[in-house]
């Protein structure tokens, strides 16, 4: 099996790391393979850097000529992901929804903890789209930047503040708000008491399920392929 995960950011070591954490949760036999989208943000934060970003993520799939079974995009929040199921004729799976709909499996209040505050509006938006808003006692941000979760003692201390945040708002299970945060789930949870759920590993295991099931998203109504006209991408 062979999974494509898209950065939704153009910084390449970001990509490195989300990968390491894929193919850390993939099953035997699945490759994976990290997208990095030529143009667009470095980091993206807020919602400019999040329309950008959906665009340069569409592109870089729309020229994709590799092997791939399924798409695990993974931006926390950002747009994109019912454009890309238009596009592609594999399962896509957003980290953002991902995470969540197993976080109601296991508890029946989550919280979500993330970069900067800038973020959390656009994040809870995107929950609701995905129908698991209600689910959501809140989306704190930890105050640091998305290039800054390199320091990972910084980041661990900045999580678990954030952590105790929704915690003591009834947040019965904790999701990492950013793919960036991949790798940390078990020290958190360790320390938090409570289980943490990271996107990256919960995506790229509900595609392998959607792909051994030979599922993909339906083509009646929201799904159906994009309409045939011209369409300019930015270039020449």
């Not at 092997?67 to 592609?88: K, N, Q, S, T």
């Not at 020290?187 to 409570?194: D, F, H, I, M, P």
Request: aromatic content about 4%; overall charge negative; some cysteine.
């Amino acid at each position: 099996m062979r999974i494509v995960v898209t950065n939704c950011n153009t910084t390449q070591e970001m990509t490195e790391e989300i990968v390491r954490g894929a193919r850390a949760a993939a099953g035997p036999g699945t490759t994976v393979t990290g997208l990095t989208p030529s143009w667009g943000p470095e980091s993206a934060e807020g919602w400019l850097d999040s329309y950008l970003s959906a665009a340069a993520v569409l592109d870089a799939l729309r020229t994709y000529e590799g092997p791939c079974d399924a798409v695990v995009m993974a931006g926390f929040g950002e747009h994109g992901r019912e454009g890309a199921r238009e596009l592609v004729d594999v399962p896509v799976v957003d980290i953002t929804e991902a995470a969540a709909h197993l976080a109601c499996l296991l508890g029946r209040r989550y919280g979500v903890v993330t970069t900067l505050e800038r973020s959390c509006g656009q994040i809870e938006d995107s929950l609701e789209l995905a129908g698991v808003g209600r689910n959501c006692v809140g989306v704190v941000g930890t105050g640091l930047g998305v290039l800054e979760l390199e320091d990972a003692e910084r980041t661990q201390a900045a999580l678990l503040t954030a952590a105790e945040r929704v915690r003591g708002a009834g947040a019965e299970v904790l999701v990492l708000g950013c793919a960036g945060m991949t790798g940390l789930q078990r020290v958190v949870a360790e320390k938090l008491g409570l289980p943490v759920v990271d996107g990256v590993g919960v995506a790229v295991r509900l595609a392998e399920s959607l792909v051994a099931l030979g599922l993909t998203a339906s083509r009646a109504g929201a799904y159906a392929r994009p309409l045939p006209k011209r369409r300019g991408w930015g270039r020449p």
